[in-house]
């Protein structure tokens, strides 16, 4: 198959979605419709494992939140689908972030019982940014939920997106007979108790039958054709642009745990979601479909294999094909590297990789080198935008138990940092390490990492900075200035970049405006 139509086939996307609307559910009958497990209940099983090898992963699952990110690859229809999962905690939106920086579509996933809830209303923000195209899902039709016309206002509302419903749900709970397909005009039938197999969905034309009538009763079957009229009213015509866009967002409904409407998204993703988008470097315009092979790291992740203590970059793959044991040029290192031992991802299992197309996640194992943000090409120098590290607004100075440890105090604190979740900051004034976090559970992840996979063990203080920003000047002598007045207030962060650590907010103001011609900046991006 040529290049083109292997790019032109592949889909990347994430779900978003509150807590508890139904993500990790939706995820294994998406995998079990892709074919990539027999049988749902086996992500679950897989989850239970890890808990049991990986300590500091038991922490977060105590509290109730997924940090393992996966990416899953699986083939549906004639398509190759790549399924990026983001972490569900607040604590974690930068890696969230990030992940959303690798897709080209989301699945947005609605709790129809709760309609629109609080970390939705985020995670669509960051889609926004980029126009990123959403398919939504009402989930939980096997229960009561709300109206459904209520909740697409809702969406439209509070989301700002147009809604336009694909089907339309006949009855509800213990009355949810199917849904009816408004373009098709055709009623698919739910079927109760074949929620981790694949059963073939009985369909019929229209929806205007006895046994529907009978099953939800004659005011029920009233009330729903009355909101499907009022659902094709009150809502504008299917326009694929305007859904590419970002603008539109088509509507299907079902419920993940009974495994109904999951193909349905997946036609619906495979068939509108675009193909591989094009990507911003400093230098050019990355056009998907390029012969020559380019990617960036938009995550790196430790502990994937306990047994083996192994951290993997996560790079997407932007343009061209990667082969086994092709060199490759890390271009912020200006190295050549040769690859043989990348990895696919398969239901959580991962496989060596023989090819790799545009769109498609690739696993490196990185022994430190790799960054996140990097760039890989096949020898042209390019530096992929829009991956940054953001300014964390905690911070903590880090105190040493056994002073002897602090090599590998120093060396553990930068691993992790390179994972993204926390920053490490290094003061030119004294020797201390500071770190930075978005979220305070972050400071607790760290100690208890540091202890298991370092064998170092610390405690953190209070530490009186407000704020960090990256600074950068093209005038040599002014920045040299500014070095010399700021000094005791600099200091270097995990990737070597210089910073300057704001004891308030105030402060930086006076600084910013004492020196217009040094750039302050929030965010640290490649
Ligand atoms: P996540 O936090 O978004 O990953 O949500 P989960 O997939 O873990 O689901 C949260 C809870 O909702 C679990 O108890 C699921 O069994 C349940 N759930 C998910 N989908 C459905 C559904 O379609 N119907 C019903 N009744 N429960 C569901």
């Known amino acids: 198959m040529s290049l083109h139509s292997e790019i032109a086939k592949r889909r990347t996307f994430a ?8 993500k990790t559910t939706m995820t294994e009958k998406l995998l079990l419709w892709g074919q990539a497990i027999q049988r749902a209940g086996e992500v679950k099983s897989r989850k239970t494992d890890k808990h049991a090898t990986s300590d500091w992963m038991s922490m977060e699952q105590e509290r109730g939140i997924s940090i393992t990110t996966s990416v899953m690859q699986f083939p549906y229809a004639d398509n190759m689908v790549n399924l990026l999962d983001t972490p569900g905690h607040a604590d974690f939106s930068e890696d969230t972030y990030r992940t959303l920086t690798a ?53 439209e509302n509070v989301l700002k997106i147009q809604c336009v419903p694909m089907t339309w749900p006949i009855g509800t709970g213990q009355h949810f007979v199917g849904v009816y397909n408004i373009s098709e005009d055709k009623t698919y039938f739910y079927q109760k108790g074949h929620g981790t197999e694949i059963v073939e969905i009985e369909s019929r034309d229209g929806y205007d039958y006895p046994d529907v009538r009978e099953r939800i009763g004659e005011i029920a079957f009233r009330e729903f054709e009355e909101s499907l009229e009022l659902a094709k009213m009150a809502h504008e015509d299917w326009d694929v642009d305007e859904f590419l866009t970002g603008k539109q967002t088509p509507v299907l409904f079902g419920t993940a745990l009974g495994n109904f409407g999951i193909n349905m998204v997946l036609d619906v993703l495979t068939q509108y979601a675009p193909a591989p988008k094009d990507h911003d470097t400093v230098e050019r315009t990355v056009k998907a479909d390029e012969e020559k092979f380019s990617g960036f790291v938009f995550k790196i992740q430790a502990n994937m294999d306990p ?22 040029k890390h271009v912020r290192l200006g190295k050549e590297v040769r690859i043989s031992d990348a990895l696919t991802f398969l239901a959580g299992d991962r496989e060596a990789l023989e090819e790799a197309y545009s769109g498609d996640i690739i696993g490196l194992h990185n022994h430190g080198t790799i960054q996140i943000g990097d760039s890989f090409t096949e020898g042209e120098t390019l530096n992929f935008t829009g991956i940054p590290h953001f300014a964390p607004e905690l911070f903590r100075r880090v105190v040493l138990k056994d002073p002897l440890k602090s090599k590998q105090l120093q060396k553990g604190l930068q691993q992790l940092s390179e994972e993204g979740a926390t920053q490490v900051f290094m003061p030119q004034i004294n020797n201390d390490l500071i770190l930075g976090a978005v979220g305070v559970l972050q400071f607790e992840v760290v100690a208890h990492r540091l202890l298991e996979e370092y ?31 700021a000094h005791d207030q600099l200091s270097v962060d995990g990737g070597g970049y210089l910073t300057y650590l704001a004891p308030s907010r105030v402060n930086l103001k006076l600084m910013q405006e004492r020196y217009p011609e040094i750039t302050f900046s929030a965010t640290r991006e490649h």
Not at 15 to 22: L, N, Q, R, T
Not at 103 to 115: E, F
Request: glycine share 4%; aromatic share 6%.
């Open 15 to 22: 779900i978003i979605s509150h807590p508890d609307a139904g």
């Open 103 to 155: 897709v080209d579509s989301a699945l947005m996933v609605i709790d129809g019982a709760k309609g629109v809830e609080e970390r939705t209303i985020k995670l669509m923000e960051v889609c926004r940014m980029r126009d990123t195209p959403i398919i939504s899902f009402v989930n939980k039709l096997d229960r009561e939920i709300r109206d459904p016309l209520s909740l697409l206002d809702e969406i």
């Open 307 to 328: 047994k083996h203590r192994d951290r993997i970059a996560f790079m997407r793959v932007c343009s061209g094909k990667y082969e086994k044991g092709m060199k490759m």
């Open 455 to 485: 064998k170092v063990q610390c405690t953190f203080e209070p530490v009186s900075i407000a704020t960090v920003r990256w600074v950068h000047c093209d005038d040599k002598v002014a920045f040299e200035k500014f070095k010399k007045k």
